[in-house]
């Protein structure tokens, strides 16, 4: 089984490791942190990168960002 950096993964889907970190502080489930060498570090699996590439499809636009947020209907 082939385990992956942060950084990796974020390069494997088109995203920069800042916005990978930030999807995990807005809900994506993170893999469970490791210490190796005294470095706390995630290590992805094949099934933590699936669900790292369903949340961009979801939340995010090709090249464009962010998906916007749909308006609410009410009375104006």
Same mark, same amino acid.
């Given at each position: 089984?082939?385990?992956? #950096?942060?950084a990796q993964v974020a390069r494997k889907? $088109? &995203?920069g490791r800042d916005? !990978?970190? =930030?999807?995990?502080?807005? $809900? !994506?489930t993170a893999p469970r942190k490791q210490r190796i060498g005294? &470095? #706390?570090v995630r290590m992805w699996s094949a099934e933590d990168l699936k669900?790292? =590439?369903e949340y961009k499809d979801e939340h995010y636009r090709k090249?464009? $960002?962010r998906k916007k947020a749909q308006k609410k209907s009410g009375n104006r």
């Open positions: 089984m082939t385990e992956r #950096s942060t889907i $088109g &995203v916005t !990978l970190h =930030r999807w995990l502080h807005r $809900g !994506l005294g &470095v #706390s669900r790292a =590439r090249g464009r $960002g």
